[in-house]
């Protein structure tokens, strides 16, 4: 058997583009990883399954995994009932 080492996990190239792509997003949405006041993902209308920390947020500009206690400028409340 070859004598060799492996190497490190490191980022390819398509984790570069995703990261871009990601960061327009953050850009965009002034996405946070930390609420805003009592603003948050997990009390926002577009977070899809409010009973877990890690959903999707359906709002139209995002469409992406987002975290309950994170927030973005689109935040919308709930609407009563
Ligand atoms: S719209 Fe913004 S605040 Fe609402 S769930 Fe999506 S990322 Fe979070």
């Given at each position: 058997m070859a004598d060799y080492d492996i190497p490190p996990p490191e980022p390819k190239e398509i984790d570069e583009k995703n990261w871009l792509e990601l960061q327009h997003f953050i850009e965009r949405a002034v996405l946070?990883?930390?609420?805003s006041g009592e603003e948050k993902c997990g009390n926002?209308?577009?977070?899809?399954?409010?009973?877990?920390?890690l959903t999707y947020c359906w709002h139209p500009q995002l469409r992406i995994l987002v975290g309950d206690e994170w927030w973005c400028q689109w935040w919308e409340a709930i609407p009563e009932g």
């Open positions: 946070r990883g930390h609420p926002c209308l577009y977070y899809l399954d409010t009973d877990s920390d």
